[in-house]
């Protein structure tokens, strides 16, 4: 059974950084993606970054160049690094991931087999 495990995320004003961490478990190889989305409330959730096991990553235009993210095949792990935080970036973080995809399908997030974390709160203050 694929589980994820996040943690990272709080409260940071505007400009400021701060790193999202996500353990995978449950794979029995490293051929799986992960991506970051994010909720705001009163909005639809976005994808925010996915990367594959290669590593290959892409990132929604808002975040491009701001947000970096990466992994660790064997801890793993997939991180998201936040810089230049701004109140827009202010959602509910989830992590996800499925097995056997390109990182567009996952982006997309409409996959049925996707697995969820259960979120992190970020906060940024003007």
């Known amino acids: 059974q694929v589980q994820l495990q996040e943690s990272g995320g709080g409260s940071v004003q505007s400009g400021g950084s701060l790193r999202l961490s996500c353990i995978v478990s449950g794979y029995t190889d490293i051929n799986y993606s992960i991506a970051w989305f994010r909720q705001a409330p009163g909005k639809q959730r976005e994808g925010v970054a996915a990367?594959?096991?290669?590593?290959?990553?892409i990132y929604a235009a808002s975040v491009e160049g701001r947000f970096t993210i990466s992994r660790d095949n064997d801890k793993n792990t997939a991180w998201l690094q936040m810089n230049s935080l701004e109140p827009e970036d202010t959602a509910m973080y989830f992590c996800?991931?499925?097995?056997?995809?390109?990182?567009?399908?996952?982006?997309?997030?409409?996959?049925?087999?996707?697995?969820w974390g259960r979120g992190l709160q970020v906060a940024v203050s003007s």
């Open positions: 996800a991931t499925a097995d056997r995809v390109h990182v567009e399908t996952l982006f997309a997030g409409r996959l049925r087999t996707i697995k």
């Open positions: 990367i594959d096991a290669n590593p290959r990553a």
